[in-house]
């Protein structure tokens, strides 16, 4: 931010993004690795509003700028807890990534949130995506339904932990919930 600030020139600006862009990749790939382990590496030392962890999420991802984030009042009103926060928003840049890389580049992704009975509901949707085998579909449903259950070497060794690091933090969190209750 700093060296950002220093300059009104367009390369360099451009190339500054580039590269706060590349290392917050990095650092998303190295806490990934730490949830495929069990662990968590992110905290947060107060409450986030909904439309910080979507536009957190937004910014972790290669393809930030297919997406389209749309939160209404609730991204603004509805503060989450801030054990919540982090997770979730490591959570949702695993699914938009996901939902960038595998849908036709022309398309937007389009990322909402909004207040449901039963607390809250966010959604990533893809309109055009690129199309699954349903051998493929099976497995991601598995993976995502008991990431326990899964052998995941194969993933891990071909970089592929995107889905896997979400269905882990989906489930480290439904756990914390379930004994926090």
Do not use: C
Not at 146 to 164: E, F, N, T, Y
Request: avoid cysteine; hydrophobic fraction near 45%; charge should be positive.
């Amino acid at each position: 931010v700093l060296l950002q600030g220093g300059t009104d020139e367009p390369d360099r600006l451009g190339l500054l993004y580039a590269l706060d862009h590349l290392v917050t990749r990095l650092r998303r790939w190295v806490e990934s690795k730490a949830v495929v382990a069990g662990e968590s590496l992110r905290s947060a030392r107060e409450p986030v509003s909904v439309m910080q962890v979507l536009r957190g999420a937004n910014q972790e991802i290669l393809h930030y700028a297919r997406v389209t984030v749309a939160a209404g009042t609730v991204g603004a009103e509805l503060g989450l807890p801030r054990h919540v926060g982090p997770d979730l928003t490591h959570l949702l840049a695993e699914l938009v990534e996901n939902a960038t890389q595998f849908s036709d580049p022309a398309t937007k992704v389009q990322v909402r949130a909004q207040q449901v009975a039963r607390g809250l509901a966010i959604e990533v949707e893809d309109r055009v995506a690129i199309p699954m085998r349903s051998e493929d579909r099976v497995q991601w449903n598995r993976l995502l339904a008991d990431p326990a259950q899964v052998d995941v070497s194969a993933l891990v060794k071909a970089g592929r932990i995107g889905l896997l690091t979400a269905a882990r933090i989906a489930r480290m969190r439904a756990s914390a919930a379930r004994a926090s209750a």
